[in-house]
């Protein structure tokens, strides 16, 4: 099927108006950096030291801006100390289970070294050097520079944000879902926005602006999953078998047998608050498309998504597609034309679909096709109506009816519809964590009580722009909490992993060799 008259955007490789910002952007950067120059040499009669002046100082921005961005809207809401040590059954089936998260987006932010401290050689096992210029910049920031500065030097010394391979690691994670960001409204919101091609300001564009991305790929919605992708093909190459990256059931097969060899040779874990145990052995990674904007409104690039090794495609992020409604745009409609035509080729591709974000429209319109037309589906994360009305969670109905279909919904760690800020907890107060943490724990007891105990999983956000309580250090402090709220071991169990490895291993391709989508 054809997309529906109005739909159909300049064939790729040319781009949607609204990401010239980018390009925009960095010819003003640089007319800006001339000037200053300019009226430098002229004030002190010293064009060098006035060019000197002016680009050092440009450097000195960008070297900084980026990371107290990624600083400030990717942080944590502190927990107070354990005052007593965790109980040792929870702490043990921490250290058992393989906890998987279905999203966290710490792909999109490329001044950040995703391995982080998790040991970073600069050449493979074959000899050869992966990384690009800015994760070679952010891995010897991060190595050799700055372990040695004076602390206390804002966004410089610590590793920002809230995640990266080594902490995920530490927390005991053995599988995550990691997002590509192609989009993202400059005033963005959980009610109604409007597609940034129509106020030519993205948020995304400005930051892929900031550090550097290739021109090629950062005025490209297309170049922006590439550029996302080629750093996490980086990461797994500067691994050494650290990080694997997940394309079929064989891969998850193959991961999930070496980690449960790995995890049981390791070290008994500690009673603490801490990460239970240092000694998983590797990450595995699904690599999942956050709205299909990214498609330029062409089916064919399904095919480039599934060769660089996308498997979970979301139709929707904060604004409505060509394959239907958000559940924070403008019209919040369901399934268009194009997005029927969509799912029966993702189907045919081997994707997975992902319906965060999606109106309920949208989410209805995927429901209701046949079990035999329907690819997999799932909502990686999200919060729920129940426990905060919001247009970004979804309601009891909705999860019994992914689950239903085969799915699972991931309950997210953010305050997803501002309920706790406006209970009296706002952010930077010493209730904010507490709260946040209980909310975590009471959204996934009452999915548990809606969905029964094998359709419910993590879904954190983590490194979304967004401020939650638990990353992956408190994880352990979860798996005690969901016991203590009257879940059995199975069912912690189930919902820090086992039911998402038990769904991408029913709903993953057979073989992560291209399929070719049919026009």
């Known amino acids: 099927m054809d997309p529906p008259p109005g739909m159909t955007p300049p064939p790729f490789p040319l781009t949607p108006a609204s990401d010239a910002f980018v390009v925009r952007f960095i010819g003003t950067a640089v007319a800006v950096l001339a000037i200053t120059s300019l009226l430098l040499a002229r004030t002190f009669q010293r064009p060098r030291a006035g060019l000197a002046v002016a680009a050092y100082g440009t450097a000195a921005l960008l070297a900084v801006l980026p990371r107290w961005l990624d600083a400030t809207t990717n942080s944590l809401a502190l927990l107070p100390p354990l005052a ?3 109980p040792a059954a929870a702490v043990a089936l921490h250290a058992r289970a393989l906890v998987a998260d279905a999203h966290a987006d710490l792909l999109l932010w490329g001044t ?42 804002p966004y410089l010394t610590a590793p920002v944000g809230q995640t990266d391979v080594a902490r995920l690691r530490a927390g005991g994670v053995g599988l995550a879902t990691l997002a590509v960001v192609t989009t993202a409204p400059w ?14 300001a993205d948020r995304v564009g400005v930051k892929a602006a900031l550090e550097l991305w290739p021109p090629w790929e950062a005025a490209s919605r297309l170049g922006r999953v590439r550029n996302q992708a080629r750093r996490l093909h ?12 997940l394309r079929s059931r064989g891969d998850l097969e193959t991961h999930v047998a070496a980690w449960k060899a790995g995890r049981a040779g390791g070290a008994a874990a500690p009673a603490t608050a801490g990460p239970p145990n240092g000694s998983v052995p590797t990450l595995g990674v ?46 919040k409609g369901g399934l268009t034309p194009w997005g029927w035509a969509l799912l ?18 949208t989410i209805a319109d995927v429901l209701g096709l046949p079990d035999d037309e329907r690819p997999p589906v799932m909502v990686s994360h999200t919060g729920l109506d129940a426990q905060c009305p919001s247009p970004r969670n979804v309601d009891d109905a909705t999860v019994r009816a992914v689950v239903a279909a085969g799915g699972v919904v991931g309950v997210t760690f953010f305050d997803a519809g501002g309920c706790v800020a406006r209970g009296g907890h706002p952010v930077g107060s010493p209730t904010e964590g507490p709260a946040l943490f209980d909310a975590v724990v009471a959204g996934i007891v009452h999915a548990v009580t809606v969905a029964g105990p094998s359709g419910v999983m993590l879904g954190s956000d983590w490194d979304g722009a967004v401020r939650v309580s638990i990353g992956p250090g408190e994880l352990v402090r979860l798996t005690a909490a969901l016991l203590d709220a009257g879940l059995d071991e199975g069912e912690v169990e189930g919902v820090l992993g086992r039911n998402y490895v038990d769904f991408l291993g029913r709903s993953l391709p057979n073989g992560w060799r291209r399929k070719r989508v049919q026009k």
């Open 84 to 86: 007593t040590p965790l």
């Open 112 to 153: 950040r070294s995703i391995l982080g401290t998790d040991g970073m050689p600069f050449r493979t096992a074959d000899g050869k050097s992966p990384v690009g210029l800015v994760s070679a910049a952010a891995i010897v920031w991060q190595s050799y520079v700055a372990p040695y500065l004076p602390p206390g030097l």
């Open 187 to 200: 005033r963005m919101n959980t009610q109604a926005n409007d597609d940034p091609v129509r106020w030519g």
């Open 234 to 245: 980086e990461a797994v190459l500067s691994s050494r078998g650290r990080v694997v990256h």
């Open 286 to 331: 699904v690599l999942a498309v956050e709205g299909v904007q990214c498609l330029v409104g062409q089916l064919a690039n399904l095919d480039v998504l599934y060769a660089i090794g996308v498997r979970v495609l979301g139709l929707a992020h904060f604004h409505d597609t060509e394959a239907g409604g958000s559940s924070a745009g403008r019209t």
């Open 344 to 361: 029966r080729r993702a189907k045919e591709a081997g994707f997975i679909i992902d319906l965060a974000h999606a109106s309920a429209a």
